[in-house]
């Protein structure tokens, strides 16, 4: 369709209500006034592809013109006089269809630049196309009309709808979900789930490259999985977007998920009966190894503590739960940080929904036989400033579930370079005793806690430490019964059997969170500054318990 052949020059001035003006003068008259970068708000667009211009001048080519939503529509021009005069801009709106009407709208007179107007969304029909434009008089001499600046108009908000199968939904099993959306309009964009009600404004298709939970729908619609995080009454809630930038309602789909059948395992961060490693990605966030980048991070950069906003710099450390649940909490302290804190998880393998816990210091002091020792003159002081490692250990009375609730865990530290064991307590937090594992000098100075798990042929959890010297990793056993646990292997961090050597330079960080490839022994891990992993397998005895000699080449 073309514009309507244009009125004479008086009609058509009359009708800009410039009849004061005398006639305009040529388009091509230098002193005339002109009018630049015509603007359209909302922007006109498709918001399904993340494409828009502020004016569409030919609407009959690729997909045509873009859409705006369900709302006035401004239209913005830049209006200069040479001779710095005062203008008055006048903005035509035409329906492009058959006969179409055409609306003039104009602005009191100005010498400032910028110059708009709001057509109404009375004046735009639901599935309509419109175009409009733009000129200027100083009331002697009228400039040009822009380029003509075309947009559909789509009033009608998309539906939006969650289903499931029958199939019984278990926590820290995935389960399949299907959303929905229509759209009469300008066709559904995206959708937007989450297990929460509230959904956040301003949200965009464009946000699906950094959040998982933004999806396209191909014909209308897409499949998830969802991991139910606790047990109980569960919700998908749903919100789609069309083309148009128009939301729907938000919908919800109410299911019951049944407690998780998978085994109580020291390590677990999301209740699916495996040991997981958490590493920093490049943005610093904690993910496990392999996830999708997009994806809920299990920890968020800007949650860390300390001041900057990652944990690649952070001692953070998980196995066992400071809460009483089935799941890992996270344990982390920023170095030279006064507090240690505790995030807990909410089930599903992410810490950072809710502010951390402050984790009190012990303030009693024992010798591993019993005796009560002055804190201060054996080198532990009133807050966490001057530890150096920290490793959540597990239960120094054995690991073994009990009725498929695992016991108590527990936190290995090194301060002024003495290595500490405190027990849990209660309230997320510690039992206010520490035991001093070490002698009274500084030889744990240099070396890396890592807490693998029974790794040594007992129920008993084993001890190994990385030297940052020389990259050695040893290994510590507990001995002795549950009630009467002997530490004294703990004593020389030099003194325990080598299992293999990873150097400081080629490894930057390293752990352990037991058995990571199924076989039964725990195994090692290092990560690069990247959060690349390499597993390096423990090589052993698996049964009755493990006994790790040492690990197979990396992979």
Not at 43 to 71: K, M, N, Q
Not at 225 to 246: F, I, Y
Not at 303 to 330: C, E, F, I, M
Not at 515 to 542: H, I, K, N, Q
Request: proline share 8%; net charge negative; with cysteine.
């Amino acid at each position: 369709m073309t514009p309507a052949r244009a009125l004479p020059a008086a009609a058509l001035a009359v009708a800009l209500g410039l009849a004061a003006a005398p006639t305009a003068a040529a388009a091509t008259d230098p002193a005339a006034p002109k009018v630049t970068a015509p603007r359209t708000a909302p922007v006109p667009g498709f918001a399904g592809e993340g494409l828009s211009s502020d004016c569409y001048t030919d609407p009959y080519s690729g997909a045509g013109a873009g859409w705006v939503g369900l709302g006035d529509v401004t239209t913005r021009v830049t209006a200069t006089s040479p001779s710095g005069a005062q203008l008055r801009t006048a903005f035509q709106l035409w329906d492009t269809s058959y006969g179409g009407a055409r609306t003039e709208q104009s602005t009191s007179w100005s010498t400032h630049p910028e110059a708009s107007t709001v057509f109404s969304r009375d004046l735009l029909k639901d599935g309509g196309q419109y175009a409009w434009r733009a000129r200027a008089t100083d009331g002697k001499l009228t400039g040009p009309y822009t380029s003509w600046c075309y947009f559909r108009v789509d009033h009608t908000p998309p539906t939006a709808e969650v289903t499931t199968d029958t199939t019984p939904k278990t926590v820290g099993q995935e389960a399949a979900f299907t959303l929905k959306g229509t759209d009469t309009g300008s066709e559904i964009a995206c959708a937007r789930w989450q297990d929460t009600p509230v959904f956040s404004v301003g949200w965009t298709c464009a946000d699906g490259a950094t959040d998982s939970r933004i999806v396209r729908l191909t014909d209308g619609a897409a499949d998830i999985k969802v991991k139910p995080a606790t047990w109980g009454t569960q919700s998908v809630h749903l919100q789609t977007m069309d083309n148009a930038g128009n939301l729907s309602q938000p919908t919800r789909l109410d299911y019951y998920a049944q407690p998780s059948t998978a085994p109580a395992t020291f390590g677990d961060i999301d209740a699916d009966g495996r040991p997981d490693v958490l590493v920093p990605d490049a943005a610093g966030n904690l993910r496990k190894p392999g996830s999708d980048p997009s994806a809920t991070p299990g920890a968020h950069a800007g949650a860390a503590p300390g001041a900057g906003g990652s944990w690649a710099k952070v001692q953070y450390t998980h196995r066992g739960t400071w809460g009483y649940q089935q799941v890992d909490d996270l344990l982390a302290h920023a170095p030279g940080a006064t507090h240690l804190s505790v995030y807990s998880n909410d089930g599903a393998g992410h810490f950072t929904g809710q502010a951390p816990t402050t984790v009190s210091k012990p303030t009693v002091c024992r010798t591993t036989e019993r005796l009560t020792i002055d804190c201060g003159k054996h080198g532990l002081g009133p807050n966490w400033s001057k530890v150096t490692q920290i490793a959540a250990y597990g239960s120094p009375r054995g690991d073994t579930a009990v009725n498929g609730i695992l016991p108590g865990t527990s936190l290995l530290f090194v301060e002024n370079g003495r290595l500490w064991l405190a027990e849990r307590g209660f309230a997320n937090g510690l039992n206010d005793e520490a035991v001093l594992l070490s002698p009274n000098d500084t030889r744990w100075a240099g070396y890396e806690l890592l807490t693998p798990g029974r790794a040594q042929g007992t129920d008993f959890p084993t001890l190994w430490a990385r030297s940052t010297k020389d990259g050695t990793v040893r290994a510590f056993s507990l001995t002795g019964t549950p009630a009467a646990p002997v530490f004294s292997a703990f004593a020389d961090p030099a003194a325990g059997p080598v299992l293999t050597t990873l150097a400081p330079g080629a490894h930057p960080r390293v752990g352990s969170d037991g058995d990571l490839t199924g076989d039964g022994l725990p195994d090692l891990w290092s990560a690069d500054t990247t959060g690349r992993v390499t597993v390096f397998p423990g090589s052993g005895t698996a049964v009755p318990y493990p006994v790790v000699t040492g690990f197979g080449a990396g992979v």
